[in-house]
Nanobody, 116 residues
Framework: QVQVVESGGGLEQPGGSLRLSCAASGSKFTLYAMGWYRQAPGKQRELVANINNDGSTKYADSVKGRFTISRDNAKNTVYLQMNSLKPEDTGVYYC??????????WGQGTQVTVSS
């Protein structure tokens, strides 16, 4: 059974940093890509960043230069280093793991709150 488990959210002040982690397990199929999405109250879920298994990345314009996504392919784990946090970064952050043949699996979400 595929599992996608996030960790690392919490409360941080503006300008601070947080690091999210996400581990995918339980599939024999190739894990093509992993990514982070977020959903703020009253808004649609949006892409924050993703990374393919060749290391190529994509970022939302709002986080470029502040967030860094990285991946440990051996551990099927993705990280999101979030620096210079802003109140508008607040939301539930979801991890997406995209596998060959079986598609996307999502984590349960982790809350990130940026507030003074």
């Amino acid at each position: 059974q595929v599992q996608v488990v996030e960790s690392g959210g919490g409360l941080e002040q503006p300008g601070g940093s947080l690091r999210l982690s996400c581990a995918a397990s339980g599939s024999k199929f190739t894990l093509y890509a992993m990514g982070w999405y977020r959903q703020a109250p009253g808004k649609q879920r949006e892409l924050v960043a993703n990374i393919n298994n060749d290391g190529s990345t994509k970022y939302a314009d709002s986080v470029k230069g502040r967030f860094t996504i990285s991946r440990d392919n051996a551990k099927n784990t993705v990280y999101l280093q979030m620096n210079s946090l802003k109140p508008e970064d607040t939301g539930v952050y979801y991890c997406d793991a995209r596998f060959a043949f079986i598609g996307d699996y999502w984590g349960q979400g982790t809350q990130v709150t940026v507030s003074s």
